[in-house]
């Protein structure tokens, strides 16, 4: 026994230097800003850029509703890419996924809201739009304690099938492209009410699994 200091000893009782705490916040902030998040900041960003050029002089100028569609087309490419980089590179935060979703349904929401005020788009093709992405957030909560449901080849051909759609909307088409488009937005209304029934037969089945094994641990 010496009686030197455990600090002086062996390092174990040294306290961190001042500062180091606040480096490692530092460094916890820094991690917001990575290229996956800063795309889905773009994309809230332009959900009111978006409404605006659509909805300028009245919503019904063809050059104003092809700067529109470049808006929306822009968040829909950075949709496709933020996700992607952040799972690819590790680079998922917690802002990155309340941030995303929400990005998702605003510009999705805020474009058939606009089209049907415009009287372009049906107000029950936007209503059973909106209602199942509503009614999906609801089911996540509903059963994230048991799990998670991965995104299938369905919901994502339904993503495509929608962004599609209401970008053909947006765009001023007449002629056959105009009636192409109905049965494009066809597709992706058939494609949200099959996704989002698929959604809920798993959500009941996880939840049905996950109340027996807790059951069976008790």
Not at 56 to 85: C, E, K, N, Q, S
Not at 98 to 127: E, N
Request: net charge positive.
């Amino acid at each position: 026994m010496t009686g030197a200091p455990a600090s002086a000893a062996g390092g174990t009782g040294r306290r961190p230097a001042p500062g180091a705490k606040l480096g490692a916040a530092a460094v916890n902030q820094a991690s917001l800003w990575n290229i996956a998040n800063i795309l889905t900041m773009i994309r809230l960003v332009l959900v009111p850029g978006f409404v605006m050029l659509l909805l300028a002089d009245g919503g019904y100028d063809p050059v104003w509703r092809a700067l529109a569609w470049a808006a929306f087309a822009v968040a829909m490419i950075t949709d496709i890419f933020d996700g992607h980089l952040a799972r690819t590179y590790n680079l998922v935060t917690d802002f990155g996924k309340i941030a995303d979703p929400i990005a998702d349904k605003a510009i999705m929401g805020s474009a058939l809201v606009c089209l049907s005020l415009l009287g372009d788009l049906p107000w029950w093709v936007t209503g059973v739009i909106l209602g199942r992405e509503l009614g999906i957030t609801l089911m996540r909560f509903w059963v994230i304690r048991y799990g998670v449901i991965p995104a299938s080849r369905g919901g994502k051909l339904k993503t495509l099938a929608q962004g599609t759609a209401v970008g053909m909307y947006v765009l001023a088409l007449t002629g056959p492209l105009a009636t192409m488009r109905f049965w494009v937005m066809a597709v992706a209304v058939i494609l949200t009410v099959v996704t989002g029934l698929d959604y809920i037969r798993q959500a009941v089945v996880l939840k049905r699994k996950g109340l027996a094994a807790e059951r069976a641990a008790q």
